[in-house]
């Protein structure tokens, strides 16, 4: 396939590990060896994912560099995986955001990561999106990104004063005390439904089991719509605190199991369900690149 220079940015993703894992073999991954890497034969596929992204930490900081840079450190420095969990790409209102953590009641917070490689065009829509279904916001930015980001914020209002900044400085180090600030609690654009749209159908069910202790007994065809009505009836902060209870069953992974998956891969194994595939990914990983 040819390169446009844009293939770099898709070898972390569960469709080229996938299709390693399946086929041995994936022709973005081929294609980004051999324009990355010097001499790739009788190198291990281990060693050229590490090597690749180093070039991504050293060339082209993309935005899966700095999500698996948080995960490292939220799920394997600052939280524990037992306690946290995280979410990647979940629909919120009209934007998707990047990252959720939910760690007790008070780190929960949905997290936008502008890279290098992006803008802030759409910032007021996502933030005022992620609003609707959680009390903290944050933004991971550059060094660079900081002052210009902070200038976009404070033009947000209220809302922009209680966005967190976190800071992924040149060393990889995140949430600096001198030039990030933590999120506060914003409750004025709280949304039922955008709450209970974050939930898969068992999960909005046992929420409300657990609040009234029954479901509609409805025709299918009206189910959602009376299981959101239901779920508009309890006071919003309870709704959010038992929705996120449901959410945070999500993705659970024991310390030994996170711990087995390299440092670069740790975002797409964790949120691609690669987990149950460790194994498989292990082997790979040993195995030697013959082009």
């Known amino acids: 396939m040819?390169?446009?220079?844009?293939?770099?940015?898709?070898?972390?993703?569960?469709?080229?590990?996938?299709?390693?894992?399946?086929?041995?073999?994936?022709?973005?991954?081929?294609?980004?060896?051999?324009?990355y890497i010097d001499?790739?034969?009788?190198?291990?596929?281990?060693?050229?994912?590490?090597e690749i992204y180093a070039h991504l930490g050293q060339e082209q900081r993309n935005e899966y560099y700095y999500m698996n840079t948080l995960l490292n450190k939220l799920l394997a420095g600052i939280h524990s995986v037992a306690t946290t969990t995280a979410l990647s790409k979940v629909r919120v209102g009209r934007a998707v955001a990047d990252f959720i953590v939910i760690n007790g009641e008070e780190k929960i917070y949905a997290l936008e990561v502008k890279s290098e490689l992006d803008n802030f065009d759409r910032l007021y829509d996502q933030v005022s999106?992620?609003?609707?279904?959680?009390?903290?916001?944050?933004?991971?930015?550059?060094?660079r990104a900081l002052k210009r980001v902070e200038r976009v914020l404070s033009g947000?209002?209220?809302?922009?004063?209680?966005?967190?900044?976190?800071?992924?400085?040149?060393?990889?180090?995140?949430?600096?005390?001198?030039?990030?600030?933590?999120?506060?609690?914003?409750?004025?654009?709280?949304?039922h439904s955008c709450i209970f749209n974050l939930l898969r159908k068992r999960?909005?069910?046992n929420v409300l089991l657990a609040y009234g202790g029954h479901i509609p007994q409805v025709a299918p065809v009206f189910y959602y719509r009376a299981c959101l009505a239901q779920f508009g009836?309890?006071?919003?902060?309870?709704?959010?605190?038992?929705?996120?209870?449901?959410?945070?069953?999500?993705?659970?992974?024991?310390k030994t199991a996170f711990e087995?998956?390299?440092?670069?891969?740790?975002?797409?194994?964790?949120?691609?369900?690669?987990?149950?595939?460790?194994?498989?990914?292990?082997?790979?990983?040993?195995?030697?690149?013959?082009?």
Not at 129 to 143: C, D, E, G, N, Q
Not at 261 to 289: G, M, W
């Open 156 to 191: 947000f209002g209220a809302m922009g004063e209680g966005v967190g900044i976190h800071v992924l400085s040149d060393r990889d180090t995140i949430f600096s005390k001198v030039h990030g600030r933590e999120p506060k609690p914003f409750d004025d654009c709280l949304d």
């Open 129 to 143: 999106s992620y609003y609707k279904a959680f009390r903290k916001v944050s933004i991971l930015v550059s060094v």
């Open 260 to 291: 087995r998956i390299p440092p670069e891969l740790k975002s797409v194994v964790y949120f691609s369900d690669l987990t149950k595939k460790l194994p498989d990914i292990e082997q790979l990983l040993q195995t030697t690149y013959r082009g």
């Open 2 to 35: 040819a390169d446009d220079g844009r293939a770099i940015h898709r070898v972390f993703t569960r469709g080229v590990v996938g299709g390693l894992l399946r086929n041995g073999t994936n022709a973005v991954f081929d294609c980004v060896v051999h324009r």
């Open 39 to 50: 001499e790739p034969e009788n190198k291990t596929y281990g060693a050229l994912f590490s």
């Open 203 to 205: 999960e909005y069910e």
């Open 233 to 254: 009836q309890i006071p919003i902060l309870t709704a959010q605190a038992l929705a996120f209870q449901e959410l945070k069953k999500r993705n659970k992974i024991t």
